[in-house]
């Protein structure tokens, strides 16, 4: 079951055009953090894309050749001198980074706290119609909250009360 594009809180276009190029080349992930806040109506601030993906080997392959095309480097390097190169080994090495891409900043994280991983994150999600044509994966308005307290950040910090009442049923009548 797909749900309507959000109408409050439309993601930047660069994260579009990112989960676009990881859709194309069927990258199987989870998309978490505050993008996928914002699918479910929250306002958000940070314009990163997070997902967890799948570990399964011909995922990671598809993953780190995605990475490799929009120029992936982590963000603790400069563009012009990068020594790390997107593979299947290094983003297992890895296990969470934070990349700055041609299309903007992602972040792979395979376990976020409060989280089995993929497989755990996939099982209380939904597909969501972010844009004509694009559907992605977004985790469950439950896991974000899990993942934010166990987390514990200040922008988790920040977001977590907006998290709360997005999971409150609508009063009656508010339709």
């Known amino acids: 079951m ?49 997902i967890v993906p799948a570990g399964y080997a011909r995922n990671l392959d598809r993953l780190s050749f995605a990475l490799r095309e929009v120029k992936a480097v982590p963000q603790a390097e400069t563009a012009s001198a990068p020594s790390w190169t997107a593979t299947p080994g290094s983003l297992r090495a890895a296990s969470r980074i934070a990349l700055t891409t041609t299309l903007g900043e992602l972040e792979v994280d395979f376990e976020p706290p409060a989280t089995a991983g993929h497989l755990d994150l996939f099982e209380n999600a939904r597909r969501h119609t972010i844009t004509p044509g694009l559907e992605v994966q977004v985790a469950a308005l439950e896991d974000l909250i899990r993942i934010a307290e166990m987390r514990a950040g200040p922008a988790d910090r920040t977001i977590l009360p907006a998290l709360h009442d997005a999971s409150r049923p609508a009063p009656l009548g508010s339709a």
Do not use: M, Q, Y
């Open 2 to 50: 797909t749900t309507p594009p959000p109408r409050t809180n439309p993601l930047p276009p660069d994260a579009i055009a990112l989960l676009a190029r990881l859709d194309k080349l069927s990258v199987e992930h989870v998309l978490v953090g505050e993008l996928a806040a914002a699918v479910h109506g929250v306002r958000f601030i940070d314009d990163t894309v997070v």
